[in-house]
């Protein structure tokens, strides 16, 4: 069996303008939507960048939104309190951040579940999908959107072929029991840290790798303290863009109606872009001298009989009829 290693020299990713706060006017509602990823460069970074753009031109006057990315004003495991407490009104964390409130939101990080983007796209847009938005607001959390990454991948400070090169290294993983549970079934030790720690975990070597989307390696840099990258696309990261129910119900209706509007126009624009630049950002990596080995069938097979296990764990949690929805969602 080969593994195919991609390099190459350096090159910059076309990066978009992102806007990090506005100037509020007097008598204008402050908006705070506050995210931990890069501005620029990334899904949910240009997202919210373009949301407050579109937000501030058509509600100018009602509506003043400043975005805060790269953990500048919450990391994502203290957002949601600052949230209920109305320090932020908007936050779109990796669904793992929400175990405490609704299992069932972890079906997407199921291993080796959604095939693809599309799959992804058509079970949010579906019946079960939906339903999730409202999964939390008996706890005042409201869903609004979900907002794609991409596939994950694997890095760590060593070759990663067959799952068995993961035993004994110690991975960051995100606040999620299916991850957590993912990563034991490789024998290997998840430790959960914040986003913004990741990349000091990794160069001083408290954690020996990581596993991530192409657009996070590479905004964040982590592709420069770990041996190689290993194209697994064992998950679909997606983020919830969540409110507070009484954010919502401090608005009169016509100004929530037309800011839920915008809301679904630019995720919608921007979901639509997600694939575009997760390509974007892998092509950089290895123009910036990064490593990407592509796994052969076999290989990858080995991958998804070492992780999908865990699936039998969180069955019953998440809901045997939302994961079969999922599994509908890749068969079109």
């Known amino acids: 069996m080969t593994t195919r290693m991609l390099t190459g020299g350096a090159a910059v990713l076309a990066l978009m303008p992102a806007i990090a706060a506005a100037q509020c006017d007097d008598g204008e509602r402050v908006v705070n939507f ?13 997202m ?25 004003l919450f990391d994502d495991d203290k957002v949601l309190e600052a949230m209920m407490l109305g320090d932020v009104q908007l936050a779109a964390p990796d669904v793992g951040k929400f175990d405490a409130y609704s299992q069932a939101l972890q079906v997407f990080n ?19 999908g939906q339903d ?7 706890s005042g959390i409201i869903g609004l959107a979900y907002v794609y990454n991409g596939l994950r991948q694997f890095s760590a ?24 549970a993912m990563i034991d079934e490789l024998g290997a030790q998840p430790q959960a840290l914040a986003f913004s720690e990741v990349y000091g975990a990794l160069q001083t070597g408290v954690v020996d790798g990581q596993e991530n989307t192409w657009s996070n390696i590479y905004t964040q840099k982590f592709y420069e303290v770990q041996d190689g990258i290993t194209e ?6 997606t983020y919830l863009m969540v409110t507070s129910q009484d954010f919502l119900d401090s608005l ?5 109606e037309e800011f839920l509007s915008l809301v679904d126009e630019v995720s919608d624009e921007y979901n639509a872009r997600a694939n575009e630049i997760n390509a974007e950002a892998r ?21 998804v009989d070492a992780m999908t296990p865990v699936w039998d764990q969180f069955e019953e949690a998440i809901g045997s009829d939302v994961i079969e929805a999922a599994q509908a969602a890749n068969e079109g």
């Open 283 to 303: 092509q950089a990596i290895i123009d910036a001298g990064g490593t990407v080995r592509e796994l052969d069938d076999a290989q990858r097979q080995a991958w």
């Open 132 to 138: 999730l938005l409202m999964a939390m607001e008996d």
């Open 48 to 72: 919210a960048a373009a949301l407050a753009e579109r937000v501030n031109e058509a509600m100018d006057g009602t509506l003043c939104m400043e975005v805060f990315p790269n953990s500048t």
């Open 232 to 237: 697994t696309n064992h998950q679909f990261l």
């Open 157 to 180: 400070g060593q070759p990663l072929i067959e799952p068995t090169d993961a035993e004994g290294l110690k991975f960051r993983v995100t606040t999620s029991d299916v991850t957590e």
């Open 34 to 46: 506050s995210h931990v990823t890069a501005a620029n460069g990334h899904p949910k970074g240009e």
């Open 252 to 256: 009169d209706e016509g100004t929530r």
């Open 110 to 128: 199921l291993p080796f579940l959604f095939a693809s983007t599309e799959a992804v796209q058509r079970f949010t847009e579906g019946e079960a």
